[in-house]
């Protein structure tokens, strides 16, 4: 199959540059995977689509502000040029795999500073696949706080506006911190709409994955197979397993909420469908061909051309059917990627 064979037609006017001020206002194309059939609602009538008995699960991570702009630091002491750092994943012993810029002045040994009096400063200690850097902090008090005041949002590279408010690129349940970028389709729901949803008899659980920027990397290969799919670390807690078991045996429907939500259950199911608790790294990579063991239905957002979210999408509903749903959002304007509209598959 061809990385070609998920191409479509998007004007630049429907990528979606801010938020919309109403999270669950936006429009909800709603997608039958067995007829292609789709139907345009907001996002507000999800509930009209669920039944007492299934199961929503969630992913809980949270978006860590790990863009840090600041100065490299000279041989003397003084600084020099302006600098980029974006945290990656955590390594431990306050060491993170991070993206620099600019990369030829930022090899081994070099060093950056970050606010004011060099509140946060590292040191470059290697180099990791990719051209990544391994980079050493120093810092008083507790990282996580440091960042909060000093990093900024790492926005995809096709939002250009500047956030105003930072928990807009958060899901209102987020707890759990270190993900590079959001699982955006978790971003329309509000607390009321959860209250809504569990109040009519659906259940909803939560896992942990967190986002690494290899979920925006285009597939180059011509061919989808010879794609080597990006890592991520991914959690399912012992209450969630024991809740998509019991959802299966019961006859309801288990939907995830986002691709990140589904590469989680799915990493880690058995192949008879059940469930146990788990944690660890996975590369899935869906495509079409693949037997979804857990999963029934899908929440998602419009997701790039010929990236493998959309493969993923198709894998569930069927290429054509979901190229012909797009065109279908083209059509009618919906907004589209991280601050877009969203897609039920079901």
Known sequence: MKTHDFYFD???????????????????????KETGRWAHRHFYELPDLLRPGDCLILNDSRVLPARLLGSRIRGDGTLGGACEVLLLIDRGDNVWECLVRPGKKLRTGARVSFGE????????????????????????GIFLEVLERLGRMPLPPYIKAELQDRERYQTVYARVSGSAAAPTAGLHFTPELLERIQAMGVSTGYVTLHVGLGTFRPV????????DMHSEYCVI??????????????????????????????SWAAEDGSMEAKAGWTKIFIYPGYRFKVLDGLITNFHLPESTLIMLVSALAGREHVLAAYQEAVRERYRFF???DAMFVG
């Open 237 to 266: 807690p012992q209450e969630t397993a024991d809740l998509i078991n019991r959802t299966k045996a019961r006859g309801g429907r288990v939907i995830c909420v986002g691709t990140t939500s589904c590469r989680t259950i799915e």
């Open 220 to 227: 180059k290969e011509e061919e989808i197979t010879d794609h």
């Open 338 to 340: 991280s601050f877009g």
């Open 10 to 32: 998007l004007p630049p006017e429907l990528i979606a540059q801010t938020p919309l001020q109403r999270r669950d206002g936006s429009r909800l194309l709603t997608l039958d």
């Open 117 to 140: 009096n060099g509140e946060l400063t590292g040191e470059v200690a290697g180099e990791a696949a990719g051209g990544n850097r391994l980079v050493r902090f120093s810092y008083q």
